[in-house]
Nanobody
Framework: VQLVESGGGLVEPGGSLRLTCEVI????????IGWYRQAPGKERELIAA???????NYADVVKGRFTLSRDIAKNTLCLQMNNLKPDDTARYYC???????????WGPGTQVTVSA
């Protein structure tokens, strides 16, 4: 399984970015999919995830600002990030867990920098 992220970049505080994760091949049945992030000197944290067939869950620090959307047919996942803050600066990683084996997979990450 390969996860390919795109959409990171530099944005000013209050701005928006949209991250996309593509799961290759799209035929894999996933138990859950979501996004983690890791800032320098900090542990990787789960910020948004969607178990298969259920609604997304969000960490309190992004709730109301970030929104997950999933295209099941294409096995893609988007993270719309609005009202970005400097504390959102981190490397964002797409994560997926396979349904049958519970194996976790990670993408290489995409950098998001929020700065004036």
């Amino acid at each position: 399984v390969q996860l390919v992220e795109s959409g990171g970049g530099l944005v000013e505080p209050g701005g928006s970015l949209r991250l996309t994760c593509e799961v290759i091949p799209s035929s894999f049945h996933l138990r859950a999919i979501g996004w983690y992030r890791q800032a320098p000197g900090k542990e990787r944290e789960l910020i948004a995830a969607q178990p298969n067939g259920m609604s997304p869950n969000y960490a309190d620090v992004v709730k109301g600002r970030f929104t997950l959307s999933r295209d099941i047919a294409k096995n893609t996942l988007c993270l719309q990030m609005n009202n970005l803050k400097p504390d959102d600066t981190a490397r964002y990683y797409c994560w997926a867990q396979l349904y049958a084996s519970y194996e976790d997979y990670w993408g290489p990450g995409t950098q998001v920098t929020v700065s004036a």
